[in-house]
């Protein structure tokens, strides 16, 4: 295969090379070629409109026959002589444009077509919902909600169940893209009486299976849970490790998170069935988040935390996945910082060069102006002292030729300054949006 390849190429040298010589062959080819070239760099100022201030100036007129490069004061005289003594100044002003004005539609056209945008915002890294476990890892999250009756209590703040239900909501909806969520619930049938202890304590169900996350179907399954009975704290961690048994190996990271007011009351092991989880093939870590609880369950829930390799949190610390992502979150914070530090250089940078453009489109009309005065009061001289043309013509065309230079100069200064202001106030408004934006970013990933 790589003989065939070779001699494929080689072929292709051959016939690339071949149609090179039958190209070059053809001048007209390059004739037309050149034509086509010098076309395209032929400006087009068809759609260019005289700014209010150049009115007087007639700057659409475009060059006269001895202007720029072609100015020669020496072919200018014998066309000068061809001017009768005799004209008005405003005809004799005309015809000096005819012959020596500049042209100042470049300059002119680069003014009134800049843009002065410094640059687009561009997409940041994402937020807490961009980041993406892994490819080829399996990240699974069994949430255990406490149902039990003494979840319906009143604490600070309102309802312990509707605070778990907030806290739960909170939490699934800032999970990496890719994680496999369970919502599993305990103690939510029978009541807190005895009677009802056996039917309680056997109540343990998944009411979302674990896989992706739906918002829709994982709210629903959610809002359905009421505060009923006992707590069989020491089963539920049981049923969770028979949900996560088919889930092992060096690439699955299994968490649980169990939300609940307080200890077993089901005369369950919960130390030893988080232990037996966490040292299992599943490998899973337990983790307790606690609303309201006393000193005594505070030590019960802990121990069982640290059984399954876990936290304890009270309910004032959010629930998150900051442990086993800490470092994708800081990767985001930091990639923030970085994509306002870039836009910031990016703006600067062109807006640099932006207002140096104007400052040289400036310059250059200018001189331009300047030179073209020059050229004009040398013709005025030339026919006051050699033509012997009436002071008053000469003086009268000299003061409009001066208003002319001082029109362009005035419109060249104040459009630069005018333009130069918004260049600045783009970058000024990049700077503050993409800070903002970054802050916000980094808040949300710090919280």
């Given at each position: 295969?790589?003989?065939?390849?070779?001699?494929?190429?080689?072929?292709?040298?051959?016939?690339?090379?071949?149609?090179?010589?039958?190209?070059?062959?053809?001048?007209?080819?390059?004739?037309?070629?050149?034509?086509?070239?010098?076309?395209?760099?032929?400006?087009?100022?068809?759609?260019?409109?005289?700014?209010?201030?150049?009115?007087?100036?007639?700057?659409?007129?475009?060059?006269?026959?001895?202007?720029?490069?072609?100015?020669?004061?020496?072919?200018?005289?014998?066309?000068?002589?061809?001017?009768?003594?005799?004209?008005?100044?405003?005809?004799?002003?005309?015809?000096?444009?005819?012959?020596?004005?500049?042209?100042?539609?470049?300059?002119?056209?680069?003014?009134?077509?800049?843009?002065?945008?410094?640059?687009?915002?561009?997409?940041?890294?994402?937020?807490?919902?961009?980041?993406?476990?892994?490819?080829?890892?399996?990240?699974?999250?069994?949430?255990?909600?406490?149902?039990?009756?003494?979840?319906?209590?009143?604490?600070?703040?309102?309802?312990?169940?509707?605070?778990?239900?907030?806290?739960?909501?909170?939490?699934?909806?800032?999970?990496?893209?890719?994680?496999?969520?369970?919502?599993?619930?305990?103690?939510?049938?029978?009541?807190?009486?005895?009677?009802?202890?056996?039917?309680?304590?056997?109540?343990?169900?998944?009411?979302?299976?674990?896989?992706?996350?739906?918002?829709?179907?994982?709210?629903?399954?959610?809002?359905?849970?009421?505060?009923?009975?006992?707590?069989?704290?020491?089963?539920?961690?049981?049923?969770?490790?028979?949900?996560?048994?088919?889930?092992?190996?060096?690439?699955?990271?299994?968490?649980?998170?169990?939300?609940?007011?307080?200890?077993?009351?089901?005369?369950?092991?919960?130390?030893?069935?988080?232990?037996?989880?966490?040292?299992?093939?599943?490998?899973?870590?337990?983790?307790?988040?606690?609303?309201?609880?006393?000193?005594?369950?505070?030590?019960?829930?802990?121990?069982?935390?640290?059984?399954?390799?876990?936290?304890?949190?009270?309910a004032e610390t959010k629930v998150a996945l900051e442990e086993y992502f800490e470092g994708e979150f800081?990767?985001?914070?930091?990639?923030?910082?970085?994509?306002?530090?870039?836009?910031?250089?990016?703006?600067?940078?062109?807006?640099?060069?932006?207002?140096?453009?104007?400052?040289?489109?400036?310059?250059?009309?200018?001189?331009?102006?300047?030179?073209?005065?020059?050229?004009?009061?040398?013709?005025?001289?030339?026919?006051?002292?050699?033509?012997?043309?009436?002071?008053?013509?000469?003086?009268?065309?000299?003061?409009?030729?001066?208003?002319?230079?001082?029109?362009?100069?005035?419109?060249?200064?104040?459009?630069?300054?005018?333009?130069?202001?918004?260049?600045?106030?783009?970058?000024?408004?990049?700077?503050?949006?993409?800070?903002?934006?970054?802050?916000?970013?980094?808040?949300?990933?710090?919280?």
């Amino acid at each position: 295969m790589r003989r065939i390849g070779t001699g494929f190429l080689a072929l292709m040298l051959v016939f690339t090379a071949g149609c090179s010589l039958l190209v070059q062959s053809d001048p007209s080819a390059d004739n037309k070629l050149k034509e086509e070239k010098t076309a395209e760099k032929e400006p087009d100022y068809s759609g260019l409109k005289a700014p209010a201030e150049l009115d007087s100036v007639d700057i659409l007129r475009g060059p006269g026959q001895f202007s720029g490069t072609q100015y020669d004061l020496k072919k200018i005289r014998p066309e000068l002589d061809e001017i009768s003594a005799a004209v008005s100044a405003a005809q004799l002003e005309s015809q000096l444009i005819k012959m020596m004005a500049e042209d100042f539609r470049p300059y002119v056209k680069k003014f009134e077509d800049f843009d002065t945008s410094v640059i687009d915002i561009e997409a940041g890294p994402g937020g807490i919902r961009e980041i993406e476990v892994p490819e080829g890892q399996e990240v699974n999250v069994v949430i255990l909600l406490d149902a039990s009756g003494s979840m319906a209590e009143k604490v600070e703040g309102g309802q312990k169940m509707d605070l778990a239900k907030a806290s739960v909501q909170n939490f699934v909806a800032n999970m990496p893209k890719g994680a496999n969520v369970s919502l599993q619930v305990y103690g939510h049938k029978g009541s807190s009486s005895k009677s009802d202890k056996d039917v309680s304590c056997s109540s343990i169900e998944e009411i979302y299976k674990l896989g992706q996350y739906d918002d829709k179907k994982f709210q629903s399954a959610l809002k359905a849970v009421k505060p009923a009975g006992w707590t069989p704290l020491g089963g539920a961690i049981e049923y969770a490790k028979d949900s996560l048994a088919d889930h092992t190996g060096g690439n699955v990271q299994n968490i649980v998170y169990v939300v609940s007011d307080g200890i077993e009351t089901c005369d369950g092991d919960p130390v030893a069935a988080a232990e037996e989880l966490h040292e299992s093939d599943i490998e899973a870590v337990v983790n307790i988040i606690g609303f309201d609880v006393d000193d005594e369950g505070q030590e019960a829930l802990l121990d069982v935390a640290n059984a399954g390799g876990g936290t304890y949190q009270s309910a004032e610390t959010k629930v998150a996945l900051e442990e086993y992502f800490e470092g994708e979150f800081r990767r985001l914070r930091e990639e923030w910082q970085q994509w306002a530090k870039v836009h910031e250089e990016k703006a600067r940078i062109i807006a640099s060069h932006k207002l140096g453009h104007l400052d040289q489109n400036h310059q250059d009309l200018r001189r331009l102006a300047e030179w073209e005065h020059a050229h004009f009061k040398d013709a005025l001289t030339y026919l006051k002292e050699e033509r012997d043309f009436e002071y008053s013509t000469i003086s009268a065309v000299q003061s409009r030729f001066y208003n002319r230079r001082e029109a362009l100069k005035r419109y060249s200064y104040q459009t630069k300054e005018q333009l130069k202001k918004e260049v600045r106030t783009n970058r000024d408004q990049i700077r503050d949006d993409v800070r903002y934006k970054r802050d916000k970013e980094r808040d949300k990933l710090s919280n």
